[in-house]
């Protein structure tokens, strides 16, 4: 029989239940909806699972509280999916002393000592940006334009964390080797589509001349959609911007249709079931490997998106 520090009003019924604390980021884009839900699917009390939900609203010291409450609560593992990548160092610490696993998820941390978690389940950030600098390399090509002067804005997710930090590495990476891609500007819309309008409003006052828009989240890019319509911008193929995204949710190939969003580079929500899975090795004493990357691809206008559409799950 499992004891945990949960009251026992709290636990009634949940006896025998493996208890898991999980610190989300927040709810700021389709993508977390989704990821929100998938946890929920799986973590419940008929899988064995009792968990208790917490919603940092984007904030680091929401989460810190969040994770410092479940070492009060005594739960048997703590899943967090960090804000940002840096600051996690003591609460961690905290976790390790208390003798509770922490898993992480989506995101990740940057800490001097690994053993403060015992694995990162998410997604390989980097290499979405190098896929995304690669597709722009061969659209351009393909369209006849690699000789041209190509300038980009960039709208960056919640500055720090590495998810944008992975994102605008990777593109950075293609970027170097182009001397005719001109970076105008970067600047961050937080993952969400109120601030990703704000930033291209500002964007398309700065400049007249942008070619590429470059939008680390789907959420943003439905804001950056927002802006460039209501400035009698055309996007596509025959048009004057061609926008990139990252996700790949539902809503963002149904305006993929319409050339609205030329590419997408998927960031899989779904990650907790193989966080259940590494759960389940460890109640059994196996070793879990340390990085576990979810699988994913991308999307782009040339493709069947009807069908795939229609057996899209997020
Ligand atoms: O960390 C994953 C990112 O965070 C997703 O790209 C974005 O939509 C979310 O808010």
Redesign the pocket.
């Known amino acids: 029989q499992r004891t945990n520090g949960l009251d026992t009003e709290e636990m009634a019924g949940h006896d025998g239940c493996i208890v898991v604390g999980y610190a989300q980021?927040?709810s700021?884009?389709?993508?977390?909806t989704t990821?929100t839900q998938s946890f929920k699917n799986i973590f419940t009390e008929e899988n064995g699972y009792y968990l208790i939900f917490e919603d940092g609203q984007q904030k680091q010291e929401n989460q810190v509280k969040a994770i410092r409450n479940f070492i009060l609560q005594d739960v048997d593992y703590i899943i967090l999916?960090p804000v940002v990548e840096t600051g996690w160092e003591a609460v961690l610490e905290e976790a390790k002393e208390a003798g509770i696993p922490v898993i992480l998820s989506?995101?990740t941390v940057e800490v001097g000592d690994e053993s403060l978690y015992s694995c990162w389940v998410?997604?390989n950030?980097c290499e979405e940006g190098i896929k995304a600098g690669e597709w722009l390399e061969n659209y351009l090509k393909e369209q006849g334009r690699e000789d041209e002067t190509i300038h980009l804005v960039t709208l960056q997710?919640?500055s720090g964390?590495?998810?944008q930090i992975g994102?605008s590495d990777g593109f950075e990476k293609i970027l170097k080797k182009h001397s005719d891609w001109v970076m105008l500007e970067k600047q961050s819309g937080d993952?969400?589509q109120a601030k990703g309008q704000e930033v291209m409003e500002d964007f398309l006052e700065k400049y007249d001349d942008i070619d590429v828009v470059i939008s680390?989240?789907?959420?943003m890019t439905f804001g950056v959609i927002d802006a460039l319509e209501a400035a009698g911008k055309k996007m596509g193929t025959d048009g004057d911007v061609i926008v990139i995204s990252?996700?790949a949710?539902k809503d963002a190939l149904t305006v993929m249709q319409d050339e609205k969003i030329m590419a997408d580079f998927e960031?899989n929500?779904l990650t907790a079931p193989l966080v259940e899975q590494t759960i389940r090795h460890m109640e059994n004493g196996e070793e879990v490997d340390k990085v576990q990357y979810v699988e994913e691809g991308y999307f782009d206008y040339t493709m069947d998106l009807k069908s795939i559409l229609k057996d899209r799950s997020y």
């Open positions: 980021v927040g700021e884009s389709d993508w977390r990821n999916d989506d995101r998410g997604s950030f997710g919640t964390s590495s998810a994102r993952f969400t680390e989240n789907d959420n990252f996700d949710v960031c929500p």
